[in-house]
C-alpha cells in the first residue's frame, strides 16, 4: 500500500468528482423531499464504469477492487450525493456473486449490477434479531428442487429501487433443524414476497423497507454457494459492506467541511471572518484531522481486502466504519454550529444531513457492536455478549 495514490486512482477520484458535481446535492435533496429516485445518476455512474469498478472485467466490470469502489463512492458523497446502495448492490452482492456464484450466476447478475441497469438490495436485519445475527429465523427449506423462503425483515434500504435482494435465511433441514445462514437471491416480484416502507426521519432518496416472505418459491439456482458455507460467504461479503459505509461517512463529512470552512472564511461578524475565532477553528480543524484518519484507515481496510487478507481486512474495516461515522457525525454538527441560524435552514442543506451522518452510527453494524468486536478480537477481552 502506497500513501500516494496511482496516477489511474486520481484520475477516477477527479472523473467521479466531476459526475458527482454535475448532479451535486441539490439534486440530491430535491429527489429526496419529492419523494423521487436518483435515477439518471445512477444510470449514468453505471454507464461510465463507475459502479461496477471492483468487479471482474469478464462480466462487464472494471477489474478493480474495493479501493476503487471506495473512491466512487466517496468523491459522490463529497459532491452532495452519497448514494447508500453502492453499499450494497455493487459491493456486497457484488461481491458474494462474484466470490462463490455459480458461471451461470454470475453471467446473469454481475454485468447488470456492473453497468447499473441491475440493483440488488441486502437483507439480514430482522425485528427479533436485531444486532444478533444468530437469532435470526427466516428460513429456507427444500421443497423438491426448489426452496420455500418464509419470515421477514426489516430496515432494508432500496427495495423499490431493486431487481432482486440478496437475503440471508437459514436453512432448515428435513428433520426441521435450523442450520447455517444461508445466500439467496430473490427477486422483488416473487409471488408471495411484499414490502412496505417504513417511515424514516432521514431526508434521502434511499428508502427502508420492512420485507415480508410467505413461502416465496425459488429455483434452485437462487441460492449463492452452498448452505454449509454460509457464514464465511456472508463475512466476505461484510468487510466491503464496512469498507463502503466507512466511504458513505467520509464523503458526508467531506461535504460538510467543506461547507463550514468556506462559510467561515467569508462570514463576517466582529470585522473578522468567523474562521478567525478559534472557538470555530479548532474544532473544525479537529474534524479535518479525524477525516483524514478515518480515510487512511479504510484505505488500508480496502487494500487488505483486495489483497485477500480476509481476516485482517476485518479488523480494519470495522476500526474504519467506527472512525468514519463519527467524523461524519461530529463534522455535521460543526458544520450547523459554524453556520449559526443558516446551519438549520433548507437553503444551506446542513440540517437535512444530521439524520443521514448519524446513521451511520446504527447502520450497518452499530458503534457498540464494533467495539465489541474490537474488545473481544484486538484487545482479546472476554466476550461481553
Ligand atoms: C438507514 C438505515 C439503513 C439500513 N439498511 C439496511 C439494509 O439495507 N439491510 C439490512 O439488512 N439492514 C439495514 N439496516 C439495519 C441496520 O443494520 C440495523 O439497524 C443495525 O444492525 C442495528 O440493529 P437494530 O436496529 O435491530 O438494533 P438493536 O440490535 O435492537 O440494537 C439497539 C441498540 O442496542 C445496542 N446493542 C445491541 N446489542 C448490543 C450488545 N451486545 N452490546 C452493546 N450494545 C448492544 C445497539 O448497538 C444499538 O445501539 C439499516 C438501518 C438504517 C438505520
Not at 429527489?31 to 463507475?50: D, F, M, N, P
Not at 426452496?147 to 428435513?174: F, P, T
Not at 461535504?255 to 467569508?266: D, I, Q, S, V, W
Request: with cysteine.
Amino acid at each position: 500500500m502506497s500513501f500516494v495514490e496511482t496516477e489511474e486512482r486520481r484520475a477516477l477520484r477527479a472523473a467521479v468528482r466531476e459526475l458527482g458535481r454535475k448532479y451535486g446535492y441539490a439534486y440530491f435533496n430535491e429527489r429526496a423531499r419529492s419523494g423521487g429516485q436518483t435515477t439518471e445518476l445512477w444510470q449514468e455512474a453505471g454507464k461510465l464504469g463507475y459502479l461496477g469498478v471492483n468487479l471482474p472485467e469478464q462480466y462487464g466490470g472494471g477489474g478493480g477492487g474495493m479501493a476503487d469502489l471506495s473512491i466512487v463512492l466517496e468523491e459522490l458523497g463529497a459532491a452532495g450525493c452519497p448514494l447508500l446502495m453502492m453499499v450494497v448492490s455493487p459491493s456486497i452482492c457484488g461481491t458474494v456473486i462474484t466470490r462463490f456464484g455459480t458461471e451461470a450466476q454470475k453471467e446473469q447478475w454481475l454485468p447488470g449490477i456492473a453497468d447499473g441497469s441491475t440493483t440488488m438490495a441486502f437483507a439480514i436485519t430482522e425485528p427479533d434479531a436485531g444486532s444478533n445475527s444468530h437469532k435470526l429465523t427466516t428460513s429456507i427449506r427444500r421443497d423438491g428442487d426448489e426452496w420455500l423462503l418464509s419470515g421477514g425483515k426489516y430496515y432494508i434500504s432500496g427495495v423499490d429501487e431493486a431487481e432482486a435482494v440478496l437475503v440471508v435465511a437459514r436453512h432448515v433441514d428435513a428433520s426441521g433443524q435450523r442450520l447455517a445462514p444461508s445466500l439467496m437471491i430473490v427477486p422483488t416480484d416473487a409471488p408471495g414476497f411484499t414490502y412496505q416502507p417504513i417511515e424514516m426521519d432521514i431526508i434521502s432518496p434511499e428508502r427502508q423497507f420492512t420485507l415480508f416472505f410467505d413461502n416465496v418459491r425459488l429455483p434452485s439456482d437462487a441460492l449463492i454457494g452452498s448452505t454449509d458455507a454460509g457464514l464465511a460467504q456472508l463475512f466476505a461479503g461484510l468487510n466491503p459492506e464496512r469498507i463502503m459505509a466507512a466511504s458513505f461517512s467520509t464523503g458526508l463529512a467531506r461535504h460538510a467541511l467543506e461547507k463550514a470552512a468556506a462559510y467561515m472564511r467569508t462570514r463576517n461578524v466582529w470585522g473578522t471572518p468567523i474562521g478567525a475565532h478559534q472557538g470555530l477553528a479548532h474544532p473544525l480543524a479537529q474534524c479535518a484531522i479525524q477525516l483524514e484518519l478515518a480515510r487512511l484507515m479504510t484505505q488500508k481496510a480496502a487494500a487488505l481486502y483486495d489483497a485477500g487478507l480476509d481476516r485482517e481486512s476485518g479488523e480494519s474495516a470495522n476500526m474504519a466504519k467506527y472512525a468514519a461515522a463519527e467524523v461524519a457525525a461530529t463534522t455535521v454538527d460543526q458544520a450547523i454550529q459554524s453556520h449559526g441560524g443558516n446551519g438549520l435552514a433548507s437553503e444551506y442543506g446542513l440540517g437535512a444531513l444530521l439524520t443521514a451522518s448519524r446513521a451511520g452510527r446504527i447502520a450497518p453494524v452499530s458503534r457498540e457492536m464494533i467495539l465489541n468486536y474490537v474488545a473481544q478480537h484486538t484487545l482479546k477481552l472476554p466476550k461481553s455478549y
